[in-house]
């Protein structure tokens, strides 16, 4: 009975000293209090992109979410030029030459069918393809001086100033508050302050601009192939479809 009651004691006694299952939680949480994981928590994170013109960058989202993809199709990038894990300014350099082409490509469509059918200056004629070819030097090269000019103007507004220092990391950088295609040239007004009919504006001129890109490479294609304008080609194949010989009031060695 002794040694029973011994052995007890010394048990009791040595459970004293034991660490209990709060102890441990409680040296556990100082472990992880400790000045190195506050470090680790404390490293600074890159600021969340600013919202421009309502769009907020969702990389979730096809595009990060920029506006333009339409029924039936929704989102159309059979290519892959807008996949998941495409870097942010990538997505943005893309939309901002989508944007920018379709915009010239719009004022081509119109020039094709005014430029062929106007009188302009400098006594041009036939195919828009031709035209500017027919240019007198001195007003070609002050257009090419206002085109080089106006591509200066659109570099400075969206581009960060490149460092050749560290090219790799600002060379073809877009400016994080720079929303693809936004220059701020609207001098009639247009643009909306409400960020859905920015984002509708932005895909009906997108759409346009789609549409305008396939026109203006038909009409070049056409005209390189046949040398002949807009109208004159489908003069051409009225007559065709009507019996007429196209070529009956040709004179000879001349395409028309």
Not at 30 to 42: F, G, M, N, Q, Y
Not at 130 to 153: N, S
Request: proline share 9%; glycine share 10%; aromatic share 10%.
């Amino acid at each position: 009975m002794m040694k029973f009651a011994i052995l007890s004691t010394t048990v009791a006694a040595a459970s004293a000293f034991a660490p209990t299952q709060a102890t441990i939680q409680s040296s556990s949480s100082i472990l992880r209090s400790t000045p190195e994981a506050v470090a680790d928590s404390s490293i600074p994170q890159p600021p969340p992109p600013p919202v421009i013109n309502g769009w907020i960058p969702d990389e979730t989202r096809p595009c990060y979410g920029l506006p333009g993809a339409v029924a039936p199709t929704g989102f159309f990038d059979p290519l892959g030029f807008a996949q998941r894990g495409i870097a942010l300014n990538e997505i943005k350099r893309n939309r901002e030459s989508e944007v920018m082409h379709g915009r010239v490509a719009m004022l081509a469509t119109v020039g094709y069918l005014a430029g062929e059918n106007f009188a302009g200056p400098f006594g041009l004629s036939g195919p828009a393809n031709e035209q500017l070819a027919q240019v007198p030097a001195f007003p070609f090269t002050l257009l090419a001086g206002l085109i080089a000019a106006c591509e200066l103007k659109r570099a400075t507004i969206g581009w960060v100033e490149p460092d050749f220092g560290n090219w790799s990391k600002t060379l073809w950088q877009l400016n994080p508050e720079y929303y693809p295609g936004d220059l701020g040239f609207d001098p009639l007004g247009l643009k909306p302050t409400d960020p859905k009919k920015f984002a509708d504006m932005q895909t009906r001129e997108l759409q346009n601009g789609r549409l305008a890109m396939f026109g203006a490479a038909g009409m070049c294609a056409q005209e390189i192939f046949n040398h002949r304008t807009i109208l004159g080609t489908i003069d051409f194949y009225n007559k065709v479809n009507a019996g007429i010989d196209p070529y009956a009031a040709c004179a000879e060695g001349t395409i028309c």
